[in-house]
């Protein structure tokens, strides 16, 4: 007697098909050297081309910061304000948003923190001009040089400017 073992197949299932495979050359796997090269040139050019923009202008992206500094400051001065009814004094300067003023009018409304977490300058890292009348004041940068007056980079940065 002979038996006879069948394999079955389902109908429902669809069958898989094999997918062939191409075969990859040697030569064709990954980056050539040459291809590298290249690659590394463009990114070396377009890094150049970036970094002669930014270093031609570091005196310029120091006015911006010193124009952000003091837009920074004006809202601190407005919370004193809101706080006590009045602007630090000219004689309390900007010393009063760092640390509560010992000197009259000593501010009645004081966070622990204070206003700002340290002195403010401008970009060039000379301290800012505070005058105060108590209703109004005026806050200025004396520019790159830290003299009065001047043009360009030299010139004041006044907070009633920007």
Do not use: C
Request: charged fraction near 25%.
């Amino acid at each position: 007697m002979r038996i006879v073992l069948q394999q079955f197949r389902d109908t429902v299932a669809p069958r898989r098909t094999r997918r062939k495979r191409r075969h990859v050359s040697q030569d064709e796997t990954g980056l050539t050297l040459i291809e590298m090269i290249v690659v590394l040139a463009i990114i070396a050019i377009v890094a150049t081309m970036i970094t002669m923009n930014v270093i031609d202008r570091p005196d310029q992206a120091k006015a911006t910061t010193t124009k952000t500094n003091i837009l920074s400051v004006e809202g601190a001065l407005k919370m004193y304000r809101l706080d006590n009814g009045s602007y630090p004094t000219t004689q309390q300067g900007l010393k009063a948003l760092v640390a509560k003023p010992s000197s009259p009018p000593v501010p009645s409304s004081y966070p622990s923190e204070g206003y700002l977490s340290r002195m403010p300058a401008d970009g060039w890292d000379h301290p800012f001009e505070y005058e105060s009348n108590g209703s109004s004041f005026t806050l200025k940068s004396l520019g790159k040089d830290g003299k009065p007056g001047g043009q360009d980079l030299d010139a004041d940065i006044d907070s009633k400017s920007i």
